[in-house]
């Protein structure tokens, strides 16, 4: 194996698949990057076996050569050690020369440096299956990448329930329903497909927030899934996942059809308020109290031994009689960003019943909260 490459092409590949691997990985060839060259161009890989990522730099684009004076070869370079190098490498004319010497060592130099990296053996790497699934269709980026941010931070981070550490997309029809939650709240979002489809499968949460951070330049994203895995197609990059195993709870009857109470109000004022009351609350869950009624709504946040806070809402409508219920502060305020508009609708049953975050104008989005009991 012998190439040219735009140092720039190859740091934004190596960006990109390093996601997938992990330092700590116990098969240590996963620890490294595969380095694939042809007559299609370079092809670089990287995993952990539950997620990975192939991205491909094509010998010329748009006229201009990224790649030349070549020849075929594999090879698995550590992933930590090939991306620091590259990051560091100071080049003039930006490019970079690659030499596999004896099949056991990678030669990297520009005009001003030269570094000799061992290799490892690539039979060892593990292949990847990257054949479709039966069920593929297509979303916008932005699509794509706002129903993650609304769903993907309310998946659980713990392992104790595997299932829950990841989002629910379960398709009937044209109608695309995401959910996550961890037990304490949830968060559900509805996307209209443009084809029919029928599946039912959780994606971990990791893998959909690394999704966000690769898909910025694309217009539109291919997915593809099966029983096992699914694919995210982008323009030079796959990102091959494996799906989390079980029945995802249903979680459809969680989610009230009717309220007693309703609460309008801005959002941004309304986050402020909790953000400054949590000061005074010394549990780790950041416990603060909503107390409402027709003419005032306060946050409260109260500690024995370090004080209290009252914090009065200016902005609001409120049907409804008087009530007072607690929450997580974190939960709260996460869910409203999530929702992403100025002006909110708070929902609510009583003092111990889940209540629900909304924006009045986009029924697609709905965020849940389990109140907190104090003494």
Do not use: W
Not at 47 to 61: F, G, N, Y
């Amino acid at each position: 194996m012998k190439f040219v490459i735009s140092k720039l092409h190859l740091t934004v590949a190596l960006n990109n698949v390093s996601r997938a691997v992990s330092s700590r990985n116990p098969n240590p060839v996963l620890t490294g990057l595969k380095f694939e060259l042809n007559k299609n161009g370079l092809f670089i890989t990287g995993s952990d076996s539950d997620l990975s990522i192939v991205t491909k730099i094509p010998l010329e684009e748009n006229e201009e050569k990224i790649i030349d004076a070549f020849s075929d070869g594999i090879v698995v370079l550590s992933s930590k050690l090939i991306t620091e190098i590259i990051r560091k490498l100071d080049s003039q004319n930006e490019r970079l020369e690659f030499e596999l010497i004896d099949n056991t060592t990678v030669k990297i130099k520009n005009d001003n440096s030269e570094y000799s990296l061992t290799c490892m053996n690539a039979d060892d790497y593990p292949s990847i299956d990257l054949t479709n699934g039966s069920n593929i269709f297509s979303v916008s980026t932005e699509e794509l990448k706002l129903l993650i941010q609304q769903t993907s931070f309310a998946a659980s981070d713990r392992e104790n329930r595997p299932v829950l550490t990841g989002v629910n997309f379960k398709a009937t029809g044209n109608r695309l329903e995401c959910v996550a939650t961890d037990s304490y709240r949830l968060a559900r979002k509805v996307v209209e497909l443009p084809t029919n489809q029928n599946f039912n499968i959780t994606i971990p949460a990791r893998t959909l927030n690394e999704i966000i951070r690769i898909i910025e330049n694309e217009k539109n994203v291919e997915i593809s899934v099966s029983d096992k895995k699914v694919i995210f197609k982008l323009k030079n990059t796959l990102i091959i996942s494996r799906l989390i195993s079980g029945a995802y709870p249903e979680t459809s009857k969680l989610i009230p059809d009717t309220f007693e109470y309703e609460l309008e109000t801005i959002s941004q004022n309304f986050i402020s308020a909790i953000d400054r009351a949590q000061v005074f609350s010394v549990d780790r869950f950041n416990i603060v109290k909503l107390t409402m009624s027709p003419g005032q709504v306060q946050i409260i946040s109260k500690s024995q031994q370090i004080g209290s806070a009252v914090e009065n809402i200016t902005s609001f409508r409120y049907n409804g009689e008087n009530l007072e219920i607690s929450f997580t502060a974190k939960y709260v305020i996460e869910a409203i960003r999530a929702i992403g508009t100025e002006n909110i609708s708070i929902l609510f049953n009583g003092d111990m019943k889940p209540f629900i975050i909304k924006n009045k104008d986009d029924n697609t989005i709905t965020q849940l909260v389990l109140p907190v009991r104090t003494y």
